[in-house]
């Protein structure tokens, strides 16, 4: 599959040609030359090629590679922004991150200003979508916010994702322009575990040793829990292992495990690592660097690895033999249209050779193992080597190479392993950073042209290494410019530069093409490469495909240096070469320019003492005069270094509001405004909380933070438990807090357990703080806040306890506590927890409780308000032991039949007791005669109406256990006394009879009528008797009532006798049988 590729092919035939020219010429091996000035390209015969190493297509190195895990919880700082084709690089000292949280669907980070944060939703497939509006703090900058804005503007639009091959994150979005639009993110930190460290210089940081040219020092970091693990890697010819241990910024090594080979080269540098590495103190990670620091050294890692192509390795070991100084041994990897293969040629030592290449990549090895093939036959120059050693070297130079397997880069240095041994390299090559590049050649790739004559085009660029990127600066021959860049190892992006506006220029007024094309060809490069001394920058593609050569110089010492930019101004400094100042000092620098510009002084502090000095010409500075204070030994020491670096100063540039002031050791980085550092007002302090994130600090809760003075630790309390971890306070008010311990006490209360989980999760969260007076509030990184003062609150008034329950009770009775009338003091009560005396708790406001074994028992209530305050009421209860007692039998006894008038009466005195005598008696006649509770064991009453009922008689003792019993009586009626009733009548009438005191009455269906009567008892149950006339009233019915009524009244008059049994009256008269029913009340039932 077809790749795009830079037409670099030229070089090393190019290199081979000029090395063969000089074999033949001179007797005695030359080095290679550093190209200065690329030359069209000759045409090459086709060299034979190895088979391909694999059968695969490899994929397109644009191709996304959608894997979601490796982009969420990651820090993701953002480089570049805008057309797809052509982005923007994020302007130097704007720093915007994201991180996408995989716990919540949450991204947050800085926007260049203020912390953001939003939700979003993401797919495997590379979608992505922000959701919800993006929310922020409302800090103003000035410098930021319109980058802020459009990034956000940009972030809400946001519809897509990918993780590119180089590791670098691109989101699509769209804010309405006619092309693709990006916003690319490079990973914002290497992690110390799992990354191979190379280590780069160590010793004295003022001026540290570079390892050894073709020897490696690594450092591979293995977790076993977040503070500690294990590390192993080389230390120059052995390999070592050995525990750490880290605690915050501080780390510290066990003893060490080794191999004991003795080392050709590098057996002194590898005794000073190891002896480094036992006295470790401190360690640092700033983007793809680290640094250890040691007693009196530092140890300086990186892990960027160089690419195997387009970079110049010169060899310095040779199957176990050091290449003498002098000799040029080099090789040279050009990819071709196709990934994994190319060309590769370079010196041998006498000869230079040229030949094909393969390579391809085993991921499924830790680390990868990377297959290299070298093609056969390898075409050679001839020429004879001046010496026998050096034939050899070569010899077996090139029999290593050509039977190589496996490479492997570690940094600047590159090791080829084969079956003829291994060829140890280090890469011949300029840095970027800090050099000089004047233009020597620019335009078609195939034939460069030299600038217009008259032009000084130069380039130097600058980058802090806390960055994600950095200032390009240089002249024309005509303006000065400067332009913001980022770049890796062999990428590289530039905004279009801003110039200034002279028109005097050496190629003419209006001839501004000259200039511009140079601009547009810095905006349009994507990629570099170093060749020794050489600066190469292509740009464009195809056919049309561009080149910018540059060649490194050293500033022109003659050349006057114009300081009339600094006259007046008052700069900060920030940095010492890649280290920032310390965070609790302040080191300035004024400038004053004497007349002509050429010439001024310089004064400040430098941290403890003020100094001046002069300024000479070409920025010539010293002898620097300062105060003879004392100062803390880290102060100082930096004040010296400072001191040290300003006298060695050789130039300056001034990009906004920066100042670079270049030195023999370094790059002296100022800014127009202090670096705010505030730490001496947060240390030492105990800030209590005032709230944390939308929650307000429980009244009473005494939450507080401590940063001891120290500069590490930090403690405190959540208002439940006490907490320790380490701290980091940095220029800028930057704050790092992490290793929170905590003890694991329960919360007393909903609330604190939610202030305390905030606190918890917050503050390890923290990347910024702000003091403001008794003020002081800590920013997060998805934009939440933490406010704290140093003003202790006033305490609130606890609650108090109240319980309302019983002080005596029986075994198994249930009882009820309530707790209810307690009393609330500031905070309301929020926990009522009760102890009942007999390791029973209870919680709630009101308990029901039983105690299943006789005793004396102390119930206890303790009350808890919001803020956890509590106060605690008791109370002792008696519970008795239980009687085993019986209740009395009642028993009742009575006439069964009575007859209506009948006086009747019922006893209960044969009732019988149990555990208790019996105290009362309480009767029910049946008819609602009642009588009782009283101590009367009779009870007499007189049924009115005939019928059956159930009299009943309930009999207690004096605890009130009781029993009931009941009969049946059955009341007959009387002949006086009883309303009777004629049966059989038309239907519709009623005929009535009555007797009373010898009188007799009644209704006859039409007319009531009246008469006197006598009666004798007889024996039996007939009885005589006699009726009188009878008189009626006189009104006049329906015939068949009247006539019923006469036949009625005609057969009383002539009654005889008559018998009453139960409810049945009959009478016996002449014309037959009268027979009459009593009107039968109903019984009451027993109660």
Not at 207 to 220: H, K, L, M, N, R
Not at 414 to 443: C, E, F, H, K, M
Not at 577 to 591: H, K, M, Q, R
């Amino acid at each position: 599959m077809k790749v795009n590729q830079i037409k670099w092919k030229w070089l090393p035939i190019l290199l081979m040609l000029v090395i063969w020219l000089a074999a033949c010429s001179r007797e005695e091996p030359t080095t290679t030359p550093a190209p200065e000035e690329p030359t069209a390209e000759p045409e090459v015969q086709e060299e034979p090629t190895a088979a391909p190493a694999a059968e695969e297509e490899v994929p397109e190195i644009s191709q996304p590679i959608y894997r979601w895990g490796e982009v969420a919880d990651r820090l993701w700082v953002l480089v570049g922004y805008g057309d797809a084709l052509n982005l923007t690089v994020v302007e130097e000292g704007t720093v915007i991150t994201a991180v996408f949280s995989s716990v919540e669907p949450t991204v947050s980070g800085s926007g260049g200003c203020n912390n953001y944060f939003a939700g979003y939703e993401s797919t495997d497939d590379g979608g992505l979508t922000i959701t919800g509006p993006i929310g922020s703090t409302m800090m103003a900058c000035e410098d930021t916010m319109d980058a802020e804005t459009a990034y956000f503007a940009a972030l809400e639009t946001v519809g897509g994702w990918s993780l590119t091959e180089e590791g670098r994150l691109e989101l699509t979005y769209s804010t309405g322009q006619p092309f693709d639009e990006k916003l690319v993110y490079a990973p914002g930190e290497t992690p110390l575990v799992g990354t191979t460290w190379q280590l780069v210089s160590f010793g004295d940081p003022e001026d540290p040793q570079e390892v050894e040219a073709g020897t490696s020092i690594t450092a591979v970091f293995s977790p076993e829990t977040d503070t500690t693990g294990t590390v192993g890697g080389n230390a120059t010819c052995n390999g070592y292992s050995t525990s750490y241990t880290i605690d915050g910024d501080q780390i510290s090594f066990g003893p060490i495990a080794g191999t004991l080979m003795m080392c050709p080269v590098g057996a002194d540098q590898e005794t000073a690592y190891l002896a480094a590495l036992e006295s470790a103190q401190t360690f640092q990670i700033l983007g793809a660097n680290m640094q250890i620091t040691y007693d009196g050294g530092v140890l300086n890692y990186t892990s960027l690895n160089l690419p195997l192509e387009n970079v110049l390795w010169q060899a310095v070991m040779i199957v176990d033999q050091p290449v003498p100084e002098g000799v040029e041994i080099t090789v040279l990897f050009t990819p071709g249209e196709e990934a994994g293969q190319g060309a590769v040629g370079g010196n041998a030592g006498c000869n230079s050779y040229n030949t094909s290449y393969e390579t391809s990549s085993d991921l499924s090895t830790n680390p990868t193992t990377h297959f290299l093939t070298i093609g056969s036959p390898m075409a050679m120059t001839m020429a004879m080597c001046p010496e026998e050693e050096l034939a050899n070297l070569e010899m077996a130079y090139i029999a290593a190479l050509e039977t190589a397997e496996t490479y492997e880069i570690l940094g600047d240095q590159l090791v080829i392993r084969g079956q003829n041994g291994d060829i140890q390299y280090t890469a011949d090559r300029q840095p970027l950073l800090g050099t000089q590049w004047v233009l020597t050649s620019l335009g078609d790739i195939e034939e460069p042209q030299p600038p217009v004559e008259g032009s000084n085009f130069t380039a130097q660029f600058n980058r802090l290494p806390t960055l994600p990127s950095g200032t390009v600066t240089g002249e024309t021959g005509c303006n000065d410019y400067n332009a913001t860049f980022t770049a890796n190892l062999n990428e590289i992006k530039i905004n279009l530069p801003s110039k200034t506006l002279n028109e005097d220029c050496p190629w003419g007024t209006g001839n501004f093409e000259v200039e511009q094309q140079f601009f547009l060809a810095l905006n349009a490069a994507t990629e570099y490469r170093i060749l020794g001394n050489v600066l190469q920058i292509p740009y464009g593609e195809g056919e049309s495909q561009q080149v910018l050569n540059f060649v490194a110089t050293q500033p022109e010492g003659e050349m006057a240096i114009d300081l009339t930019p600094l006259d007046n101004t008052f700069w900060y400094l920030s940095a010492i070469g890649d280290n920032p100042v310390l965070p609790y000092t302040e080191v300035t620098a004024s400038f004053a320019v004497d007349e002509g510009g050429l010439t001024g002084a310089i004064s400040g502090s430098g941290g403890c003492n003020a100094y001046n000095a002069a300024i000479g010409e070409n920025f010539a500075v010293g002898p620097i005069a300062s105060t003879l204070r004392a100062c803390p030994e880290e102060v100082m020491e930096q004040e010296g270094g400072y001191f040290d670096w300003l006298s060695k100063a050789y130039d300056y540039d001034r990009a906004g509001d920066q100042l670079l002031i270049a030195t023999a050791n370094g790059v002296l980085t100022y800014n127009s405004t202090p670096v705010l550092d505030q730490s001496l007002e947060l240390q030492n302090k105990t800030w209590y909380l005032v709230s944390v994130g939308t929650l307000t600090a429980v009244p009473g809760s005494n939450a507080t933070t401590l940063f001891a003075s120290d500069g590490r630790t930090v403690s405190g309390n959540t208002g439940c438990n006490e907490i320790s971890g380490s701290y980091k306070a940095e220029p800028g008010n930057k704050l790092t807090i992490s290793g929170f311990t905590s003890t694991l006490a329960a919360c007393p209360s909903e609330d604190l357990t939610k202030q305390e989980e905030a606190l918890l999760i917050f503050l390890p969260s923290a990347v910024s703080y702000t003091v403001i007076g008794n003020q002081m509030q800590i920013q997060t990184v998805d934009g939440s806040v933490i406010n704290y003062t140093s003003i202790p609150p006033a305490q609130p008034t606890p609650p108090t306890a109240a319980i309302n329950g019983p002080d005596q009770a029986d075994t198994g009775q249930q009882l009820t506590f309530d707790g209810s009338g307690s009393t609330a003091g500031s905070n309301p009560i929020v926990r009522y927890d009760w102890d009942m005396g007999d390791g029973t708790t209870l919680s709630s406001a009101s308990v029901q409780y039983t105690y299943n074994a006789p005793g004396n028992y102390t119930v206890r209530l303790t009350v808890t308000d919001q803020a956890g305050q509590n106060n605690t009421a008791s109370q002792v209860i008696q519970v008795r032991p239980v009687v085993d007692v019986t209740p009395p039998t009642a028993a009742i006894e009575g006439l069964a039949t009575a007859s209506v008038g009948e006086q009747v009466i019922f006893s209960a005195a044969n009732s019988s007791q149990g555990t208790a005598a019996i105290a009362s008696y309480t009767w029910q006649s049946g008819d609602g005669n009642n009588a009782g509770p009283g101590p009367d064991s009779t009870f007499t009453t007189v049924y009115g109406q005939p019928g059956t009922y159930n009299p009943a008689v309930t009999v207690a003792d004096a605890s009130g256990l009781s029993d009931s019993a009941s009969m049946a009586i059955t009341v007959n009626a009387n002949l006086e006394g009883t309303d009777w009733i004629l049966g059989n009548t038309i239907p519709g009438t009623s005929i009535s009879l009555q007797f009373a005191n010898g009188n007799l009455s009644g209704f006859a269906g039409c007319n009531s009528y009246n008469a006197s009567y006598t009666t004798t008892l007889a024996e039996g149950p007939t009885n005589s008797i006699s009726v009188e006339p009878i008189s009626s009233s006189q009104a006049l019915c329906d015939e068949p009532i009247m006539n019923q009524e006469q036949g009625y009244l005609a057969s009383l008059a002539s009654a005889s006798s008559y018998t009453i049994s139960g409810t049945t009256l009959t009478l016996t008269t002449e014309s037959g049988p009268l027979t009459f029913s009593a009107a039968v009340a109903t019984p009451l039932p027993a109660q």
